[in-house]
């Protein structure tokens, strides 16, 4: 891909060591796009997420609508929606309806198999492709909880599969307290490469 800008719903903003892992799909064909700040899928810096509006430069949220410059596609085999940024800084343009929702879930079988991970050795060899690494999917019997260990987690079941998720979403405790608002929506993530696994996580909570 050359250099170009594109418009994208931002889905998340999550926690990546420390820093945030950003992703949205783009307003015409609803394709996932997760910007990155090196080939090999590097977190953004909080300066590289934000976005400038009217009213100045800010943290770049979910629902946005935003439009970010990116410089070349950079897939990695557990992560294909991977582009690289350029330099410029993102524009804000107006926030996506909450009922809006809907219309860019995601409709896989299941997320990537059962369990909370995948190894790496099998996306490595070829025995499972990823061909999409982020989902927005419409769940039922979500629970937000916290693990013994003061660990963020979701339980949930997605397609007649259970599944019990690490959550990395910023908002987490805040919904934790206050669960009226939540629409029981996800957005999941398959991470990178961690101790011969990739992780399924949850990126945000709507």
Same mark, same amino acid.
Request: hydrophobic share 30%; proline share 4%; glycine share 10%.
């Given at each position: 891909m050359n250099q170009q800008s594109i418009q994208t719903v931002i889905f998340a903003n999550s926690i990546k060591h420390g820093q945030h892992? *950003?992703?949205?799909k783009t307003? /015409?064909? @609803? +394709?996932? *796009?997760?910007? *990155? %700040? /090196?080939?090999?899928? @590097?977190?953004?810096? +909080? %300066?590289?997420? @934000?976005c400038r509006n009217p009213h100045g430069t800010f943290n770049v949220k979910p629902l946005q609508k935003v439009t970010i410059g990116l410089s070349a596609h950079a897939p990695l085999i557990n992560q294909p929606e991977n582009y690289l940024i350029d330099d410029s800084i993102w524009q804000q343009n107006f926030t996506l309806g909450g009922n809006n929702i809907v219309n860019y879930l995601d409709h896989p079988s299941d997320l990537w198999g059962k369990g909370d991970r995948v190894r790496y050795a099998t996306i490595d060899s070829g025995q499972l492709v990823i061909s999409q690494s982020l989902y927005l999917v419409q769940v039922t019997n979500l629970t937000l909880y916290l693990s013994p260990f003061k660990k963020r987690r979701a339980s949930f079941t997605y397609n007649g599969y259970g599944y019990d998720l690490p959550v990395t979403d910023p908002s987490f405790d805040a919904l934790f307290q206050d669960k009226s608002a939540i629409k029981g929506i996800l957005c999941i993530s398959l991470g990178e490469e961690y101790e011969g696994n990739c992780f399924k996580l949850v990126a945000t909570i709507f």
């Open positions: 892992c *950003v992703a949205g307003l /015409d064909g @609803k +394709h996932w *796009v997760r910007p *990155v %700040s /090196d080939r090999c899928g @590097k977190e953004l810096t +909080h %300066s590289q997420a @934000k």
